[in-house]
């Protein structure tokens, strides 16, 4: 392949260098077109552009491949445990047993929040969503780690990872307990990870809270394949806040925000709501319709990358279905959603725009099963995600070559005209 590519427009010609990956596509360097050409490239959705060099996570969504720092996603779902990825993600390799035990203490001894924090769940209607709670909590957490502005320190940036992995499950079982009146629960430094958040989402005063093995690895499970996803919408969001030097919860919460749209995280909601919509298999013919018919689209299913099947949503639907096992639950929205999936898959409209389930197809009726509310589903999805968000917003500062994000346009508006007063106008 050579390293560099030429482009000509009239009589004028311009190299572009062509830096390689280690695997996967190489990206044409347009960093000094503008100023060679006085033209800037174009492209809305970044559908064919590289927004930075990353060695965090790998797709290729030809062949339905996820890498993350080179382990596949479906031996770290069968093999390793969320805290484990998050050390992964976070600092490039696997850790040693002494690595672990370190790292899971930090992120143990880092659960609990600010006990003054909790009154700001109290001026949400009860009824709020709890995406519109977790985006307000995590952007106000920002007011109580005045140290973790400085992010050109490594170690203020380290403390805020550990920080933010460590708080959101404690937030976002608080958002739920919230929503549905109960007290909020303390975490618990003698549990895991996952038993801590589901004690704090299900345990009630009253009574103990015995954990469920199969439920706790279901959780961890669906953390690991929720963890990190290239440069994704929400991730793209925190790279670009985090550019300007923000606070790092300041540009998580960001990075919530976005995740909540129907597009993007919001669908493993939207998903569910569409099963639940056709209701029976019966209904399926006339609902693909309407999708045909592009009356709506097809909720979790689709990719921007993955034009195969998501490697998350085969795992995910092993889970899915090891859970409603474990819980006995017998959810006439699994048949729907198999059928739906098999007609999907044989119609040429699908076949044709490679359109496949996604990690959102199955989430929502696992996520159901296990006792979560649908309006709950994004928000696991962003406690999940934090550690690629934050991983990737670390290795941002980490780039030498960093610089505040600031893309150009196509201007197509009105050229320079005087200002007109009223008599005039019209
Ligand atoms: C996530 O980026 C990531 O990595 C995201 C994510 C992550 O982990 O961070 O993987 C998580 O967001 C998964 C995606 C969840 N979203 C959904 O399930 C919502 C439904 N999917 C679509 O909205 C859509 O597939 C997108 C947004 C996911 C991708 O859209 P693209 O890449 O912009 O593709 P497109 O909209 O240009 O679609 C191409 C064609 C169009 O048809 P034509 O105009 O060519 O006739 O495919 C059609 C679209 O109408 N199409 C669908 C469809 N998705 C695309 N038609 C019906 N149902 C769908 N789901």
Not at 41 to 51: E, K, L, R, V, Y
Not at 329 to 353: C, G, H, Q, T, W
Not at 388 to 399: A, C, H, L, R, V
Request: hydrophobic share 40%; net charge negative; proline share 6%.
């Amino acid at each position: 392949m050579t390293d560099k590519a030429t482009l000509t427009i009239g009589d004028k010609s311009y190299d572009l260098p062509i830096l390689k990956g280690s695997t996967g596509p190489d990206v044409v360097d347009v960093r000094k077109f503008y100023g060679d050409s006085d033209l800037f490239t174009f492209d809305p959705g970044f559908t064919s552009t590289a927004s930075c060099e990353s060695k965090i996570t790998y797709i290729d969504g030809d062949a339905g491949i996820l890498l993350h720092r080179g382990y596949p996603i479906d031996q770290l779902a069968e093999k390793s445990s969320f805290l484990e990825v998050c050390h992964l993600l976070l600092n490039g390799e696997l850790p040693t047993a002494e690595e672990f035990a370190k790292f899971e203490h930090n992120i143990t001894y880092h659960t609990m929040l600010h006990a003054q924090f909790d009154s700001f769940f109290q001026g949400f209607r009860r009824d709020a969503h709890p995406m519109a709670i977790m985006t307000g909590a995590v952007g106000a957490l920002s007011a109580f780690y005045a140290d973790s502005l400085n992010v050109d320190d490594p170690k203020q940036r380290e403390i805020s990872a550990h920080r933010l992995i460590a708080k959101m499950p404690t937030i976002a079982a608080r958002a739920f307990q919230y929503s549905v009146g109960r007290p909020f629960v303390t975490p618990r430094n003698e549990l895991s990870y996952s038993e801590n958040f589901l004690r704090m989402c299900f345990s009630v005063p009253a009574e103990d809270w015995v954990p469920n093995p199969v439920l706790t690895r279901a959780m961890d499970r669906i953390f690991i394949l929720h963890a990190d996803h290239e440069q994704n919408a929400s991730t793209s969001t925190v790279r670009l806040a985090g550019s300007s030097g923000a606070h790092p919860f300041a540009c998580i919460a960001a990075g919530i925000a976005c995740l909540w749209g129907p597009s993007h995280g919001g669908a493993n909601q939207e998903a569910l709501e569409m099963l639940e919509e056709i209701g029976t298999v019966e209904n399926i013919p006339a609902y693909v319709q309407g999708v045909k018919d592009k009356k709506y689209k097809l909720m979790g299913f689709g990719h921007r990358v993955y034009k195969n099947f998501d490697p998350r949503a085969k795992v995910m639907q092993k889970t899915c279905y090891e859970v409603l096992e474990q819980l006995g639950i017998n959810d006439p929205l699994l048949e729907v959603a198999m059928e739906l999936e098999k007609v999907a898959l044989s119609d040429p409209y699908f076949i044709d725009r490679k359109l496949y389930p996604n990690i959102d197809f199955y989430s929502g009726i696992t996520l159901r099963a296990m006792g979560f509310p649908t309006n709950m589903f994004t928000v696991l999805f962003a406690l999940a995600r934090t550690v690629g968000w934050i991983s990737q917003w670390k290795e941002m500062f980490e780039d030498p070559s960093r610089k505040i994000g600031r893309p150009r346009q196509l201007y197509t508006g009105a050229t320079q005209r005087d200002y007109a007063p009223f008599e005039n106008r019209g």
